[in-house]
C-alpha cells in the first residue's frame, strides 16, 4: 500500500469536498492524516502542508530573500507550501498582525501542519504576541518552524520540543531588547542633533508645490491614472513606494 494508494485517496477525497483552493488544502491534509492512521510509514511520500509567513518593517523592504530560502527549505523536506503570507510595512512589536492572525487560522483551521518564518523576530518581536502565537500553535498540533536555526517547537512525535521552548523565550527577548535598543539610540541620536542647533527634517526650501511634484513625476501620475497599484508602480518606475504615496495624494488633493 503505497504512492497509488495516495493517488487515489487523494482522488476519492476530492470528489468529496467542494471545489475551492480551501478544499484543496483539505486534500492534503486529510491524506496526511488517514496515511498515517493506517500505518504509512516514511517510505511513502506524504506531503506535509505548510505556509509560510513573511514580514518587512518598511514599504520599501523586500521580503523575497526570506520566501526563496523558506521554499526551498520546504522543497528539500517534501512539505507542501499551500500559502504565502506577506505582511509590508509592518512592525515587529505591532499587535495589529493581519499576516499572522491568517498564519494562526490556518493552523486552527487544520489546514496546515507547520507555520514557516525565516526567524524568530519575524514572528514577533513582542514577547507576549510571540507567546501567544507560540501556545496557539502548540494547541493546534502545528510546529513553528524558523530558518534561522533550523528549529522546530514540536517534535515528530508531536510532543513539545523543550529545548526550542527555551530558545523561543530567549530569542523572544533579544528581539525585544534590540528593538528597543534600535529606539532608544535614534530618540538620542535626535536630541543631540537638536541640542546642537541642527534643523530637523527636509531643507527649507525643498518641499515641492503639488504642481511641481506632478510635473516632476510624470510617469508615476500616468500609472496612477492607469489605474495600477501602487507597489507595481514603485517597482516599474524604481521609485520608493513613499513617493508613489505623494504623488497620488497630490493628485487626488
Known amino acids: 500500500m503505497g504512492s497509488p494508494f495516495l493517488g487515489r485517496l487523494q482522488l476519492l477525497l476530492r470528489s468529496l469536498l467542494p471545489l475551492g483552493e480551501g478544499s484543496r488544502n483539505h486534500v492534503i491534509v486529510w491524506t496526511f492524516r488517514i496515511a498515517k492512521s493506517v500505518g504509512l510509514g516514511e517510505g511513502f511520500a506524504v506531503e506535509v502542508p505548510v505556509c509560510i509567513l513573511v514580514r518587512v518593517s518598511t514599504d520599501e523592504q523586500n521580503n523575497a530573500r526570506q520566501v526563496s530560502e523558506l521554499e526551498a527549505v520546504a522543497e528539500r523536506h517534501g512539505w507542501k507550501v499551500v500559502e504565502v503570507i506577506r505582511e509590508d510595512g509592518v512592525g515587529g512589536s505591532s499587535r495589529i498582525r493581519p499576516g499572522l492572525a491568517r498564519a494562526l487560522h490556518l493552523a ?7 507555520v514557516m518564518v525565516h526567524e524568530v523576530s519575524r514572528l514577533s518581536r513582542h514577547p507576549a504576541v510571540l507567546h501567544d502565537a507560540v501556545e496557539r500553535l502548540n494547541e493546534a498540533g502545528v510546529s513553528l518552524y524558523w530558518h534561522s536555526q533550523a528549529a522546530e517547537t514540536l517534535l515528530p512525535s508531536g510532543k513539545r520540543n523543550p529545548a526550542t521552548g527555551m530558545m523561543l523565550a530567549i530569542l523572544g527577548e533579544m528581539a525585544r531588547y534590540e528593538k528597543e535598543n534600535l529606539v532608544e539610540r535614534i530618540h538620542s541620536g535626535l536630541a543631540e542633533a537638536r541640542r546642537r542647533g541642527r534643523r530637523l527634517g527636509r ?4 518641499t515641492l508645490s503639488a504642481a511641481d511634484l ?7 501620475v500616468r500609472a496612477l491614472r492607469a489605474g495600477k497599484p501602487l507597489r ?12 508613489v504615496k505623494r504623488v497620488k495624494a497630490a493628485l487626488v488633493g
Open 108 to 114: 486552527e483551521s487544520k489546514l496546515v501542519r507547520k
Open 203 to 206: 531643507p527649507e526650501g525643498t
Open 214 to 220: 506632478l510635473a516632476k513625476h510624470e510617469d508615476i
Open 232 to 243: 507595481d508602480i514603485a517597482a516599474r518606475t524604481k521609485k520608493g513606494l513613499s513617493t
